[in-house]
């Protein structure tokens, strides 16, 4: 009898590589996954985000309170009002999202989210701060008020642009982007096959032109200036004063930095790190890498839209990936 053969009695007989598929496949089916929850960036918002969460939980209801008192506005008429014209703008659409986040974040936890690790991405670790415990809610909501007002004021003095580059991989895009006179750059690595460049506006312009000759996919960004490059510094040392004296805790799981591309374990000067992120790559493609390798498969987005759930799906093969951002997604959910 052959060794990879196993022969029962009669003469059936069963070849052990179907018999390992076999035993893998039941234990799939009632395995225990390991769960990391996720935090979508700027431009994830949209008009009415959140508001059955705010309705029925008095948890998500009690975010927003506390981002209005923090924030001095009314989160609610912000986040709900279809009639308010400027969520769009960063000093505003940057709170609201990650009050959004934070209020699917507890409407979760009420129907048994459990989860091992948190990340984001860009404007999104500022939610996964406070769900890990790194920030208290009051304390986020003063971070990122700073960040957006910091980014607000730089936004409104330079001419900058960002750019979705699809169909390239990230060397053709910063072989464009180096090939181009002006000041244009890779800014996040989202997908093996998705890039976003940013810069000053007539360096992008220029390279969405040779990307187009290449055939690739141009998207360009509803942004209102060029993130994660170096014309944000002003914004990234107006935001180190601001938040220089805020204390940010150890988290309670692991946490996944784009900063790094890999996990984060050094919580000694978060005030400089995330000072230097906002002129930093973000680098999602080797975050999501470092995440699938250390041994997580289910990815729960929570929050407006679904970018993140697409991303994990197009980047990482057998994992489960899904997005939670009304009431109904969130309590029909397998966490």
């Given at each position: 009898?052959?060794?990879?053969?196993i022969?029962?009695?009669?003469?059936?007989?069963?070849?052990?590589?179907?018999?390992?598929?076999?035993?893998?496949?039941?234990y799939?089916?009632?395995?225990?996954?390991?769960?990391?929850?996720?935090?979508?960036?700027?431009?994830a918002?949209y008009?009415?985000?959140?508001?059955?969460?705010?309705?029925?939980?008095?948890?998500a209801?009690?975010?927003?309170?506390?981002?209005?008192?923090?924030?001095?506005?009314?989160l609610?008429k912000?986040c709900f009002d279809?009639?308010?014209?400027e969520?769009?703008?960063?000093?505003?659409a940057?709170?609201?999202?990650m009050a959004?986040?934070?209020?699917?974040?507890e409407?979760?936890?009420?129907?048994?989210?459990?989860?091992?690790?948190v990340?984001?991405?860009?404007?999104g670790?500022y939610?996964?701060f406070v769900?890990?415990?790194?920030l208290?809610?009051e304390d986020?909501?003063?971070?990122?008020?700073?960040?957006?007002?910091a980014?607000?004021r730089?936004?409104?003095?330079?001419d900058?642009?960002?750019?979705?580059?699809?169909?390239?991989?990230?060397?053709?895009?910063?072989e464009?982007?180096e090939?181009?006179?002006?000041?244009?750059?890779?800014?996040?690595y989202?997908?093996?096959?998705?890039?976003?460049i940013?810069?000053?506006?007539?360096?992008?312009?220029?390279?969405c032109?040779?990307?187009?000759?290449?055939?690739?996919?141009?998207a360009v960004?509803?942004?209102?200036?060029a993130?994660?490059?170096e014309?944000?510094?002003?914004?990234?040392?107006?935001f180190?004063e601001k938040?220089?004296?805020i204390?940010?805790?150890?988290?309670?799981?692991?946490?996944?930095s784009n900063?790094?591309?890999?996990?984060?374990?050094?919580?000694s000067?978060?005030?400089?790190?995330?000072?230097k992120?906002?002129?930093?790559?973000?680098?999602?493609?080797?975050?999501?890498?470092?995440?699938?390798?250390a041994?997580?498969?289910?990815?729960?987005?929570l929050?407006?839209?679904?970018?993140?759930?697409?991303?994990?799906?197009?980047?990482?093969?057998?994992?489960?990936?899904?997005?939670?951002?009304t009431?109904?997604?969130?309590e029909?959910a397998?966490?």
């Open positions: 009898m052959l060794l990879n053969q022969k029962f009695k009669g003469s059936v007989k069963f070849d052990v590589q179907s018999i390992l598929k076999i035993v893998q496949y039941n799939k089916e009632g395995q225990s996954f390991m769960n990391i929850i996720l935090f979508a960036g700027q431009g918002q008009a009415g985000m959140g508001k059955d969460i705010f309705e029925k939980y008095p948890e209801a009690a975010v927003m309170k506390t981002g209005s008192e923090i924030l001095g506005y009314d609610e912000v279809e009639s308010f014209t969520l769009s703008r960063t000093v505003y940057q709170p609201a999202i959004m986040e934070l209020m699917c974040f409407a979760a936890k009420k129907n048994g989210l459990k989860f091992d690790a990340a984001g991405h860009s404007l670790e939610a996964a769900a890990s415990g790194m208290s809610p986020g909501f003063r971070v990122i008020k700073a960040r957006a007002e980014f607000d730089v936004a409104s003095v330079t900058g642009k960002m750019a979705a580059i699809l169909k390239l991989t990230a060397d053709q895009v910063r464009v982007c090939s181009v006179d002006g000041y244009v750059v890779p800014v996040n989202n997908s093996p096959a998705q890039t976003v940013a810069g000053e506006s007539p360096a992008v312009d220029k390279a032109e040779k990307f187009a000759e290449l055939k690739a996919r141009v960004l509803k942004t209102e200036s993130f994660h490059s014309i944000m510094k002003p914004a990234s040392e107006e180190h938040i220089k004296d204390k940010f805790n150890a988290p309670s799981v692991k946490f996944f900063l790094l591309g890999a996990e984060l374990t050094d919580f000067d978060m005030p400089s790190f995330l000072a992120h906002v002129v930093s790559p973000v680098l999602f493609t080797d975050e999501l890498a470092a995440v699938k390798e041994g997580f498969d289910k990815y729960i987005e929050g407006p839209g679904r970018t993140l759930t697409g991303l994990v799906k197009k980047t990482l093969e057998d994992v489960t990936a899904f997005n939670c951002d009431a109904e997604s969130i029909n397998e966490f």
